[in-house]
């Protein structure tokens, strides 16, 4: 069976090509498009791994980590911070266990955080092989 990761973003493009990243490399995906919907997703599925913007409405970015981090069933699922490079959530990216920017080759940086936050071993896992 597939890990899921959750991808939240509002951008609709960012959100469609990190899904489709980690569909290619055999997650199943569940996606919100702020940390609200988020939450309603977590309600009913234990994701292996979380994508998240901090910009958002509703609920933003750094809003959804520390309510992640607050409760024992979601406090360690690995986060992975996708974000602009202008440093106004540095603390929140703290609580992050990988940090990329919207500004560079999104692919190449998703690659390296998998690799840092799950291992070769559990990506290999997620998938199939």
């Given amino acids: 069976m597939s890990k899921v ?11 469609y090509t990190v899904c489709r990243f980690l569909e290619q490399r055999g997650f199943a995906v569940e996606s919100a498009t702020n940390g609200a919907e988020a939450l309603d997703v977590l309600a009913r599925v234990q994701p292996a791994l979380i994508v998240t913007d901090m910009q958002m ?35 929140a990216e703290k609580l ?3 940090v990329i920017h919207k500004d560079v080759d999104v692919d190449a940086q998703l690659e390296k955080a998998l690799e840092k936050v799950l291992g070769k071993a559990s990506r290999d896992h997620a998938a199939g092989k």
Avoid: C
């Fill in 5 to 15: 990761a959750l991808v939240v973003d509002d951008s609709m493009l960012i959100r």
């Fill in 57 to 91: 409405p509703k609920m933003s970015g750094s809003e959804l980590i520390t309510a992640l981090k607050s409760k024992s069933e979601t406090a360690g699922i690995p986060i992975i911070v996708v974000a602009r490079r202008d440093g106004r959530f540095a603390e």
């Fill in 96 to 98: 992050a266990d990988f």
